[in-house]
């Protein structure tokens, strides 16, 4: 049989017995899909090819710790990984973006943008710290939905399908965090404006 013909889970078998070309073979198998995926998200090839490094020694790492669960497809495990790369990075960046609503303020003020002074930054920093905090207390699906759209950037039509939902249920669900997020700021009186 050809290397061509091998399936994902052969060659995932070939590398954890010691054949080591099989994972590049499997890099380069889905390589098109992941980079695109990571660079429709950052928007920088040099920022993309890092991450995409990233997530493929992760993925390397995790194949040899055995914590590849075969009843997945391997593809669907290596976008999560992606997916959750790409969040790490926009979190360290410290950037939320802005959603604009009608009413005058909205949580997702622009969290990213330079700082004029220290007192600016700690003032965002306290911000952005506010908002985590008050993402945590949504339900798991709410702010799996909302971190996916704010700090991925996915579209609701990328969330209907990563997470298995129809596109009304993902807009469903970004619509309750939004309205809980606002009751959860006066809930416990969190000023999210920068002075």
């Known amino acids: 049989m050809r290397v061509q013909n091998f399936s994902d889970k052969e060659l995932i078998t070939a590398f ?29 090839v040099d920022l993309a090819n890092d991450l995409f490094q990233d997530v493929f020694i992760k993925v390397v790492n995790k194949l040899q710790e055995g914590r590849y669960n075969e009843e997945g497809k391997f593809i669907s495990w290596v976008m999560r990984i992606s997916h959750n790369r790409i969040i790490d990075h926009f979190r360290k960046e410290s950037r939320v973006r802005m959603i604009r609503s009608n009413d005058d303020f909205d949580i997702f003020n622009v969290l990213g943008e330079e700082s004029d002074s220290a007192e600016t ?7 952005f710290s506010d908002v985590k905090k008050l993402i945590g207390f949504l339900s798991q699906e709410q702010r799996e939905v909302l971190e996916m759209r704010f700090y991925s950037g996915m579209t609701f039509k990328e969330i209907s399908e990563e997470c298995d939902i129809s596109i009304n249920t993902a807009l469903g669900r970004m619509r309750y965090a939004l309205m809980n997020l606002r009751k959860l700021q006066e809930k416990h009186q969190i000023n999210l404006e920068a002075y």
Not at 32 to 41: E, N, Q
Not at 121 to 127: D, F, G, L, M, P
């Open 16 to 44: 954890l017995s010691g054949d080591y070309l099989s994972i590049e073979r499997l890099i380069v198998r889905h390589k098109d899909k992941v980079f695109g995926y990571i660079m429709s998200k950052v928007k920088d």
């Open 121 to 127: 930054e700690i003032v965002q920093n306290q911000i």
